[in-house]
Protein backbone atom coordinates (compact mmCIF):
# COMPACT_ATOMS: atom_id res chain seq x y z
CA UNK A 1 0.00 0.00 0.00
CA UNK A 2 2.67 2.51 0.68
CA UNK A 3 4.36 1.52 -2.64
CA UNK A 4 1.31 1.89 -4.49
CA UNK A 5 0.55 5.55 -2.39
CA UNK A 6 4.10 6.60 -4.15
CA UNK A 7 3.10 5.77 -7.41
CA UNK A 8 -0.21 7.73 -6.99
CA UNK A 9 2.17 10.85 -6.69
CA UNK A 10 3.88 10.50 -10.17
CA UNK A 11 2.93 13.57 -12.31
CA UNK A 12 2.13 10.83 -14.86
CA UNK A 13 -1.09 10.59 -13.04
CA UNK A 14 -1.99 14.05 -13.01
CA UNK A 15 -1.52 14.32 -16.93
CA UNK A 16 -3.93 11.41 -17.63
CA UNK A 17 -6.71 13.00 -15.30
CA UNK A 18 -6.48 16.49 -16.93
CA UNK A 19 -6.17 14.50 -20.08
CA UNK A 20 -9.32 12.69 -20.37
CA UNK A 21 -11.03 15.84 -18.66
CA UNK A 22 -10.82 18.11 -21.27
CA UNK A 23 -11.35 15.42 -24.30
CA UNK A 24 -14.65 14.16 -22.61
CA UNK A 25 -15.45 17.99 -21.39
CA UNK A 26 -15.20 18.85 -25.02
CA UNK A 27 -17.29 15.79 -26.63
CA UNK A 28 -19.91 16.00 -24.19
CA UNK A 29 -19.97 19.98 -23.68
CA UNK A 30 -20.25 20.11 -27.65
CA UNK A 31 -22.86 16.85 -27.37
CA UNK A 32 -24.82 18.95 -25.41
CA UNK A 33 -24.36 22.34 -27.40
CA UNK A 34 -26.10 20.44 -29.99
CA UNK A 35 -28.84 19.45 -27.99
CA UNK A 36 -29.38 22.54 -26.73
CA UNK A 37 -30.18 23.60 -30.21
CA UNK A 38 -32.08 20.47 -31.35
CA UNK A 39 -34.09 19.54 -28.24
CA UNK A 40 -34.38 22.87 -25.68
CA UNK A 41 -36.44 24.88 -28.52
CA UNK A 42 -38.95 22.38 -28.67
CA UNK A 43 -39.27 20.41 -25.50
CA UNK A 44 -37.22 21.69 -22.24
CA UNK A 45 -38.40 18.46 -20.33
CA UNK A 46 -36.03 16.20 -22.68
CA UNK A 47 -33.58 18.24 -23.17
CA UNK A 48 -33.18 18.47 -19.26
CA UNK A 49 -33.47 14.30 -19.20
CA UNK A 50 -30.37 14.08 -21.66
CA UNK A 51 -28.55 16.67 -20.44
CA UNK A 52 -27.81 14.66 -16.95
CA UNK A 53 -26.29 12.11 -19.18
CA UNK A 54 -23.81 14.72 -20.95
CA UNK A 55 -22.89 16.65 -17.61
CA UNK A 56 -22.63 13.33 -15.66
CA UNK A 57 -19.31 11.72 -17.08
CA UNK A 58 -17.29 14.79 -16.83
CA UNK A 59 -18.33 15.67 -13.08
CA UNK A 60 -18.07 12.22 -12.18
CA UNK A 61 -14.18 12.37 -13.30
CA UNK A 62 -13.47 15.72 -10.36
CA UNK A 63 -15.40 12.87 -7.75
CA UNK A 64 -13.85 10.05 -8.81
CA UNK A 65 -10.66 12.03 -6.97
CA UNK A 66 -12.34 12.01 -3.39
CA UNK A 67 -14.33 8.87 -4.02
CA UNK A 68 -12.04 5.92 -5.76
CA UNK A 69 -7.90 7.55 -6.39
CA UNK A 70 -7.43 9.13 -3.18
CA UNK A 71 -10.23 7.41 -1.37
CA UNK A 72 -12.28 9.81 0.89
CA UNK A 73 -14.83 9.91 3.30
CA UNK A 74 -17.89 12.67 3.79
CA UNK A 75 -19.20 12.04 7.38
CA UNK A 76 -23.17 13.65 7.16
CA UNK A 77 -24.58 14.34 11.43
CA UNK A 78 -28.30 14.58 10.76
CA UNK A 79 -31.92 13.19 11.93
CA UNK A 80 -33.50 10.31 10.97
CA UNK A 81 -35.88 12.16 9.41
CA UNK A 82 -33.84 14.48 7.10
CA UNK A 83 -31.98 11.46 6.30
CA UNK A 84 -35.60 10.11 4.50
CA UNK A 85 -35.47 13.19 2.67
CA UNK A 86 -31.96 12.97 1.27
CA UNK A 87 -32.26 12.57 -3.13
CA UNK A 88 -35.69 12.70 -2.98
CA UNK A 89 -36.66 16.46 -2.72
CA UNK A 90 -35.63 20.04 -4.51
CA UNK A 91 -33.79 21.38 -1.84
CA UNK A 92 -31.67 24.69 -1.35
CA UNK A 93 -28.24 23.36 0.24
CA UNK A 94 -26.90 26.90 2.16
CA UNK A 95 -23.06 25.96 3.47
CA UNK A 96 -19.80 27.78 4.36
CA UNK A 97 -16.78 28.14 2.33
CA UNK A 98 -14.36 27.55 4.28
CA UNK A 99 -11.94 25.02 2.16
CA UNK A 100 -11.01 24.46 -1.34
CA UNK A 101 -12.49 21.74 -2.01
CA UNK A 102 -15.79 21.22 0.00
CA UNK A 103 -17.66 22.03 -3.09
CA UNK A 104 -16.20 19.36 -4.08
CA UNK A 105 -17.29 16.93 -0.73
CA UNK A 106 -20.39 18.35 -1.65
CA UNK A 107 -20.60 16.68 -4.77
CA UNK A 108 -19.13 13.18 -3.16
CA UNK A 109 -22.83 13.90 -0.92
CA UNK A 110 -24.50 14.41 -4.29
CA UNK A 111 -22.85 11.58 -6.07
CA UNK A 112 -24.20 9.06 -3.42
CA UNK A 113 -27.72 10.36 -3.70
CA UNK A 114 -27.58 10.20 -7.49
CA UNK A 115 -28.09 13.70 -8.19
CA UNK A 116 -24.39 14.80 -9.47
CA UNK A 117 -25.80 16.20 -12.49
CA UNK A 118 -28.89 17.62 -11.44
CA UNK A 119 -26.95 20.22 -8.84
CA UNK A 120 -27.05 23.76 -9.39
CA UNK A 121 -25.02 26.34 -8.53
CA UNK A 122 -24.47 30.35 -7.43
CA UNK A 123 -21.39 31.19 -9.29
CA UNK A 124 -19.82 34.29 -10.50
CA UNK A 125 -19.91 35.21 -14.06
CA UNK A 126 -16.39 35.28 -14.48
CA UNK A 127 -16.38 31.35 -13.51
CA UNK A 128 -18.39 30.57 -17.38
CA UNK A 129 -15.20 31.29 -18.95
CA UNK A 130 -13.54 28.34 -17.96
CA UNK A 131 -13.01 25.54 -20.40
CA UNK A 132 -15.05 22.70 -20.03
CA UNK A 133 -16.42 24.01 -16.83
CA UNK A 134 -17.64 26.68 -17.90
CA UNK A 135 -19.15 25.36 -20.68
CA UNK A 136 -21.58 22.76 -18.77
CA UNK A 137 -22.03 24.98 -16.55
CA UNK A 138 -23.82 27.45 -18.84
CA UNK A 139 -25.54 24.55 -20.93
CA UNK A 140 -27.04 23.09 -17.44
CA UNK A 141 -28.65 26.58 -15.91
CA UNK A 142 -26.26 27.25 -13.14
CA UNK A 143 -26.91 30.63 -12.01
CA UNK A 144 -24.28 33.24 -12.70
CA UNK A 145 -23.97 36.33 -11.28
CA UNK A 146 -22.25 39.68 -12.15
CA UNK A 147 -21.78 41.35 -8.45
CA UNK A 148 -24.39 43.66 -10.55
CA UNK A 149 -27.32 43.92 -8.07
CA UNK A 150 -29.56 45.06 -10.93
CA UNK A 151 -28.58 42.24 -12.98
CA UNK A 152 -28.29 39.63 -10.61
CA UNK A 153 -31.85 40.51 -9.39
CA UNK A 154 -33.43 39.33 -12.82
CA UNK A 155 -30.92 36.42 -13.45
CA UNK A 156 -31.92 34.93 -9.77
CA UNK A 157 -35.71 34.93 -10.28
CA UNK A 158 -35.81 33.46 -13.53
CA UNK A 159 -33.09 30.74 -13.14
CA UNK A 160 -35.00 29.54 -9.64
CA UNK A 161 -38.48 29.87 -11.32
CA UNK A 162 -36.52 27.51 -14.59
CA UNK A 163 -35.37 25.60 -11.55
CA UNK A 164 -38.26 24.47 -9.58
CA UNK A 165 -39.75 23.48 -12.85
CA UNK A 166 -37.70 19.98 -13.12
CA UNK A 167 -38.91 16.89 -12.82
CA UNK A 168 -37.01 14.97 -11.12
CA UNK A 169 -34.81 16.30 -7.68
CA UNK A 170 -32.33 19.01 -7.89
CA UNK A 171 -30.26 20.74 -5.11
CA UNK A 172 -29.07 24.23 -5.03
CA UNK A 173 -25.79 24.94 -3.71
CA UNK A 174 -25.30 28.47 -2.39
CA UNK A 175 -22.27 29.91 -0.33
CA UNK A 176 -23.80 32.87 1.16
CA UNK A 177 -19.88 34.07 2.25
CA UNK A 178 -19.80 34.82 -1.57
CA UNK A 179 -15.62 33.82 -1.54
CA UNK A 180 -13.58 31.25 0.28
CA UNK A 181 -12.69 31.91 3.69
CA UNK A 182 -8.86 33.50 3.72
CA UNK A 183 -7.46 34.98 6.85
CA UNK A 184 -7.02 38.42 5.21
CA UNK A 185 -10.58 38.13 3.84
CA UNK A 186 -11.74 36.99 7.32
CA UNK A 187 -10.40 40.83 8.71
CA UNK A 188 -12.02 42.77 6.48
CA UNK A 189 -15.14 40.80 7.00
CA UNK A 190 -15.24 41.33 10.80
CA UNK A 191 -14.25 45.43 10.20
CA UNK A 192 -17.15 45.82 8.10
CA UNK A 193 -19.32 43.64 10.78
CA UNK A 194 -18.34 45.61 13.54
CA UNK A 195 -19.10 49.03 11.75
CA UNK A 196 -22.69 47.95 10.73
CA UNK A 197 -23.10 45.99 14.02
CA UNK A 198 -23.43 42.31 12.55
CA UNK A 199 -22.51 39.15 14.48
CA UNK A 200 -18.75 38.90 14.99
CA UNK A 201 -17.65 35.15 13.81
CA UNK A 202 -14.55 33.76 14.36
CA UNK A 203 -14.04 31.01 11.83
CA UNK A 204 -16.51 32.29 8.82
CA UNK A 205 -17.09 35.52 6.89
CA UNK A 206 -19.84 37.41 7.60
CA UNK A 207 -22.50 36.33 4.63
CA UNK A 208 -24.18 38.63 2.11
CA UNK A 209 -27.59 38.88 2.40
CA UNK A 210 -29.01 39.83 -0.81
CA UNK A 211 -28.71 37.32 -2.69
CA UNK A 212 -30.57 34.59 -0.17
CA UNK A 213 -33.52 36.69 0.76
CA UNK A 214 -33.88 37.40 -3.03
CA UNK A 215 -33.59 33.65 -3.98
CA UNK A 216 -36.02 33.00 -0.52
CA UNK A 217 -38.37 35.44 -2.94
CA UNK A 218 -38.12 33.63 -6.08
CA UNK A 219 -38.53 30.30 -4.34
CA UNK A 220 -41.87 31.37 -2.50
CA UNK A 221 -43.01 32.91 -5.89
CA UNK A 222 -42.26 30.49 -7.50
CA UNK A 223 -44.93 27.78 -5.07
CA UNK A 224 -42.36 26.30 -2.71
CA UNK A 225 -41.76 23.26 -5.51
CA UNK A 226 -38.30 23.67 -3.83
CA UNK A 227 -38.99 22.05 -0.63
CA UNK A 228 -36.10 22.60 2.38
CA UNK A 229 -32.92 24.34 3.37
CA UNK A 230 -30.57 22.10 4.05
CA UNK A 231 -28.47 24.08 6.55
CA UNK A 232 -25.17 22.61 6.42
CA UNK A 233 -22.11 22.97 8.13
CA UNK A 234 -18.65 21.40 7.01
CA UNK A 235 -15.06 20.87 8.51
CA UNK A 236 -12.71 19.04 7.25
CA UNK A 237 -10.41 16.74 9.99
CA UNK A 238 -6.92 18.42 10.79
CA UNK A 239 -3.51 17.53 12.59
CA UNK A 240 -0.56 15.72 12.40
CA UNK A 241 -0.75 12.95 9.61
CA UNK A 242 -3.78 14.10 8.34
CA UNK A 243 -3.86 15.58 4.73
CA UNK A 244 -4.69 19.42 3.97
CA UNK A 245 -7.77 19.16 2.23
CA UNK A 246 -6.76 20.51 -1.27
CA UNK A 247 -7.19 19.43 -5.12
CA UNK A 248 -3.59 19.20 -5.55
CA UNK A 249 -3.58 16.26 -2.48
CA UNK A 250 -6.09 14.66 -3.58
CA UNK A 251 -4.74 14.39 -7.28
CA UNK A 252 -1.54 12.97 -5.68
CA UNK A 253 -3.82 9.94 -3.56
CA UNK A 254 -4.38 11.64 -0.74
CA UNK A 255 -7.18 11.01 1.04
CA UNK A 256 -8.76 13.36 2.94
CA UNK A 257 -11.52 13.05 5.60
CA UNK A 258 -14.70 15.02 5.59
CA UNK A 259 -17.49 16.10 8.36
CA UNK A 260 -21.11 17.81 7.21
CA UNK A 261 -23.74 18.73 10.17
CA UNK A 262 -26.78 18.89 8.31
CA UNK A 263 -30.05 20.69 9.05
CA UNK A 264 -33.27 20.20 7.33
CA UNK A 265 -35.27 23.25 7.35
CA UNK A 266 -38.99 23.07 5.48
CA UNK A 267 -39.07 26.39 3.00
CA UNK A 268 -42.12 27.23 5.08
CA UNK A 269 -40.39 27.65 8.11
CA UNK A 270 -38.00 30.07 6.46
CA UNK A 271 -38.90 33.65 5.90
CA UNK A 272 -38.54 35.53 2.86
CA UNK A 273 -39.37 38.61 3.61
CA UNK A 274 -36.08 40.96 3.50
CA UNK A 275 -35.51 41.97 7.10
CA UNK A 276 -36.73 38.52 9.05
CA UNK A 277 -34.57 36.97 6.23
CA UNK A 278 -31.69 38.36 6.62
CA UNK A 279 -31.50 37.93 10.55
CA UNK A 280 -32.60 34.43 9.99
CA UNK A 281 -29.24 33.96 7.75
CA UNK A 282 -27.15 36.02 10.44
CA UNK A 283 -28.54 33.80 13.22
CA UNK A 284 -27.73 30.53 10.99
CA UNK A 285 -23.93 31.36 10.68
CA UNK A 286 -24.08 32.78 14.53
CA UNK A 287 -24.69 28.95 14.77
CA UNK A 288 -22.38 27.76 12.36
CA UNK A 289 -19.71 29.28 13.58
CA UNK A 290 -20.23 27.49 17.14
CA UNK A 291 -20.12 24.49 15.47
CA UNK A 292 -17.11 25.02 14.17
CA UNK A 293 -15.81 25.93 17.38
CA UNK A 294 -16.43 22.99 19.06
CA UNK A 295 -14.94 21.01 15.59
CA UNK A 296 -11.57 22.67 15.52
CA UNK A 297 -11.11 21.09 19.00
CA UNK A 298 -12.77 17.76 18.05
CA UNK A 299 -12.44 17.20 14.41
CA UNK A 300 -16.09 15.90 14.96
CA UNK A 301 -19.58 17.24 15.05
CA UNK A 302 -22.03 16.08 18.24
CA UNK A 303 -24.72 13.87 17.30
CA UNK A 304 -26.18 10.77 15.09
CA UNK A 305 -23.71 10.32 12.10
CA UNK A 306 -23.82 8.06 9.14
CA UNK A 307 -21.96 7.51 5.92
CA UNK A 308 -23.54 7.03 2.30
CA UNK A 309 -22.92 4.10 0.32
CA UNK A 310 -20.40 4.45 -2.16
CA UNK A 311 -21.22 3.75 -5.77
CA UNK A 312 -19.22 2.43 -8.64
CA UNK A 313 -20.21 4.86 -11.06
CA UNK A 314 -17.43 7.08 -11.04
CA UNK A 315 -14.78 4.54 -11.06
CA UNK A 316 -16.53 2.95 -14.10
CA UNK A 317 -16.76 6.03 -15.97
CA UNK A 318 -13.06 7.19 -15.15
CA UNK A 319 -12.39 3.56 -16.52
CA UNK A 320 -14.04 3.97 -19.72
CA UNK A 321 -12.34 7.23 -20.29
CA UNK A 322 -8.95 6.17 -19.56
CA UNK A 323 -9.12 3.27 -22.32
CA UNK A 324 -11.19 5.30 -24.73
CA UNK A 325 -8.66 8.35 -24.43
CA UNK A 326 -5.79 7.77 -23.63
CA UNK A 327 -5.98 3.80 -25.28
CA UNK A 328 -7.18 5.93 -28.61
CA UNK A 329 -4.11 8.27 -28.32
CA UNK A 330 -1.38 6.00 -27.58
CA UNK A 331 -3.32 3.40 -30.76
CA UNK A 332 -3.10 6.66 -33.50
CA UNK A 333 0.82 7.65 -32.12
CA UNK A 334 2.16 4.40 -32.86
CA UNK A 335 0.16 3.81 -36.12
CA UNK A 336 0.10 7.24 -37.82
CA UNK A 337 3.32 7.76 -39.22
CA UNK A 338 3.24 11.14 -39.96
CA UNK A 339 2.82 12.51 -36.17
CA UNK A 340 6.10 13.90 -35.57
CA UNK A 341 8.02 12.27 -32.77
CA UNK A 342 7.65 16.01 -30.10
CA UNK A 343 3.89 15.76 -30.67
CA UNK A 344 3.34 13.81 -27.13
CA UNK A 345 5.73 15.68 -25.04
CA UNK A 346 4.58 18.96 -26.18
CA UNK A 347 0.78 17.62 -25.60
CA UNK A 348 2.02 16.16 -22.25
CA UNK A 349 3.86 19.89 -21.41
CA UNK A 350 0.30 21.95 -22.46
CA UNK A 351 -1.99 19.64 -20.56
CA UNK A 352 0.41 20.21 -17.33
CA UNK A 353 0.07 23.97 -17.73
CA UNK A 354 -3.63 23.20 -18.14
CA UNK A 355 -3.87 21.47 -14.84
CA UNK A 356 -1.50 24.19 -12.84
CA UNK A 357 -4.75 26.19 -14.32
CA UNK A 358 -7.45 24.17 -13.14
CA UNK A 359 -5.65 23.70 -9.68
CA UNK A 360 -5.38 27.39 -9.12
CA UNK A 361 -9.05 27.99 -9.53
CA UNK A 362 -9.93 26.03 -6.59
CA UNK A 363 -6.88 27.64 -4.59
CA UNK A 364 -8.87 29.84 -1.72
CA UNK A 365 -5.74 32.55 -1.81
CA UNK A 366 -6.41 33.02 -5.46
CA UNK A 367 -10.44 33.83 -4.51
CA UNK A 368 -12.41 37.08 -5.13
CA UNK A 369 -10.99 40.67 -4.01
CA UNK A 370 -13.36 40.34 -1.03
CA UNK A 371 -13.13 43.25 1.07
CA UNK A 372 -12.17 45.52 -1.91
CA UNK A 373 -14.99 46.97 -3.00
CA UNK A 374 -15.87 50.38 -1.02
CA UNK A 375 -18.96 51.90 -2.75
CA UNK A 376 -21.56 51.16 -5.64
CA UNK A 377 -22.93 53.31 -8.41
CA UNK A 378 -26.44 53.98 -9.18
CA UNK A 379 -26.58 50.82 -11.56
CA UNK A 380 -25.39 48.71 -8.98
CA UNK A 381 -22.13 47.76 -10.04
CA UNK A 382 -19.16 47.42 -7.22
CA UNK A 383 -16.94 50.61 -7.28
CA UNK A 384 -13.19 48.95 -6.24
CA UNK A 385 -10.94 51.56 -4.18
CA UNK A 386 -8.81 52.40 -6.79
CA UNK A 387 -12.13 53.58 -9.46
CA UNK A 388 -13.27 55.57 -6.57
CA UNK A 389 -9.63 57.36 -6.52
CA UNK A 390 -9.41 57.98 -10.22
CA UNK A 391 -13.22 59.21 -10.47
Known amino acids: MEQLAKWKELPIFAVIFVTIFLVSGILMSGGLFLASIIIWPFSRYYYRQISYYFIYPVWAQLVFLIDWWAPSEVILYTDEAAQKHIGTEHAMVVMNHSYDIDWLA ?205 RPYTLLNEIFWIVTVIGGALYYSLTTPWIPWWFLPLMTAALSVALHYLINVTVSKKGSTYGKATARNQEGRIITATEKKDA
Open 106 to 310: GWLICERAALLAATKVFAKRSLSYVPVIGWLWRLGEIIFLDRNWQKDRTCIANQIAQISQYANPVWILLFPEGTRFTPSKHSVSMEFAKKEGLPMLKHLLTPRTRGFVLTMQAIKESGNKIRAIYDTTIGFANGPGINEPTLSNLIKGRPVQAHMKVSRIPMENVPSEEKDATEWLHKSFVQRDKLLEQFEHTNRFEGRHYLLPR
